[in-house]
């Protein structure tokens, strides 16, 4: 049981960098497994990264390009995502996401909690 919510959203020019943050609450946050998903305008909700409990495993998507970094800092509660070079085409809702931890599952499905999103606007 944790709820989460997304902060850190905004509009940028191209080129530049955002720094977006989740805090949770409500549960244990060392025994999630956190990502972040994103929405762009008329398509479906697609993986962006993921990240294991204890921080030390991570996946990405190829639409990052090496671009993003995400992380987390379980003494504080907070899950991060580090977007550097931004693109027209990363514009979208950004979404945290929450699910019980378990090893060896691929970080891409499976995630139960959800927060609201926040709103990144990429202009070139």
């Known amino acids: 049981q944790v709820q989460l919510v997304e902060s850190g959203g905004g509009l940028v020019q191209a080129g530049n960098s955002l ?3 989740c805090a949770a609450s409500g549960g244990t946050f060392s025994t999630y497994d956190m990502a972040w998903f994103r929405r762009a305008p008329g398509k479906e909700r697609e993986f962006v990264a993921g990240i294991g409990r ?3 495993s991570t996946d990405y998507a190829d ?3 090496g671009r993003f970094t995400i992380s987390r800092d379980n003494p504080k509660n907070t899950l991060n995502l580090q977007m ?3 693109e027209p085409e990363d514009t979208a809702v950004y979404y945290c996401a929450a699910r019980p931890s378990y090893s060896g599952r691929s ?3 499976g995630y139960a ?3 609201q999103g926040t709103q990144v606007t990429v202009s070139s």
Do not use: A, E, V
């Open 19 to 21: 720094r977006l943050s």
């Open 54 to 56: 204890s921080g030390l």
């Open 84 to 86: 550097n070079s931004l």
């Open 63 to 65: 639409s990052g390009k």
């Open 113 to 115: 909690y959800w927060g």
């Open 107 to 109: 970080f891409r499905t």
